[in-house]
């Protein structure tokens, strides 16, 4: 049975992935603009990538090993996920199921026992105390058992607002999922306030309360009675967390994304693989 729904949650990824045709996954405008860039150099190259947008390229190098070497060197000091050759020589290495696991190996129920709180990869995410749309209070712990993609945003951030259909499409692929969920955290603003500006755009993502009332409200609550503030979670706004089913942070990313659907493939490995024991 196990083996049987992680093919079916594998073909489904292969659908809906981006093409590789396209180019790099998940880099935005520049990115693409400097993979061109790198097809056009000389000598050996490489070009890296990791989720999240974060790209990179070397030419000119003395070999191929070098061109590697150099770039995913580069690459690791730029971000803390893993990082991918998607190129070497002009040709194309990195094949797309390789990709659609990038954020394992998972941590087992042991590892995850042993994580300590935060908000980098392999920390367990702090334990918000919430309210869900009804008014029912619960913790972020009680969604564990399930990929959560925790979304802090504001009706009055710009960049907030444009992403959000894009994301809202990403949510819609994945609504009758078991394994995953969406939990929207407005930030600076009342939770009224937010739940109104949402339905009148017609966001049907879940909504949940953190206790923020006014704009100078920057802390939400933690279920052993503390306060997270709120520039613990995000320098910027939006940011979002991917956990795993143990409540593991699996992928962060500050700022809007450029293209959320590009991520369907890892959220559907993350919930057929992650949170085994």
Not at 5 to 23: E, K
Not at 55 to 73: I, Y
Not at 75 to 97: H, I, K, M, N
Request: proline share 5%; net charge positive.
């Amino acid at each position: 049975m196990w083996k049987r729904s992680v093919a079916v949650l594998s073909a489904t990824a292969w659908l809906c992935s981006s093409a590789w045709g396209n180019g790099p996954p998940q880099v935005d405008q520049a990115g693409r603009e400097g993979y061109a860039a790198y097809l056009q150099a000389s000598g050996h190259k490489a070009y890296a990538v990791a989720t999240g947008g974060v790209w990179t390229w070397r030419a000119e190098m003395s070999s191929s090993n070098a061109a590697r070497d150099t770039v995913l060197e580069d690459c690791a000091g730029r971000t803390r996920q893993r990082c991918f050759l998607y190129s070497v020589d002009g040709r194309v290495v990195l094949d797309e199921p390789t990709w659609w696991q990038a954020w394992g190996p998972y941590p087992s129920s042991a590892d995850a026992g042993r994580a300590v709180t935060g908000t980098r990869r392999g920390e367990r995410f702090p334990d918000l105390l919430l309210n869900d749309a009804k008014g029912r209070k619960l913790r972020l712990s009680d969604l564990r058992g399930k990929v959560v993609v925790a979304h802090f945003w504001g009706s009055w951030c710009p960049h907030c607002i444009r992403e959000m259909p894009d994301l809202q499409g990403l949510y819609e692929r994945l609504r009758s999922h078991r394994r995953v969920t969406f939990m929207l955290l407005p930030v600076r603003e009342s939770f009224a306030q937010a739940q109104a500006w949402a339905k009148g755009k017609k966001v049907r993502m879940p909504l949940y309360d953190g206790g923020v009332t006014v704009m100078k409200d920057n802390a939400f609550k933690l279920a052993d009675g503390g306060l997270l503030p709120d520039r613990q979670v995000a320098r910027v706004f939006p940011s979002t967390y991917v956990l795993d089913r143990h409540g593991v942070v699996l992928f962060s990313h500050t700022g809007p994304v450029a293209s959320w659907m590009d991520y369907l493939p890892q959220l559907l490995d993350a919930a057929a693989r992650s949170g085994r024991r």
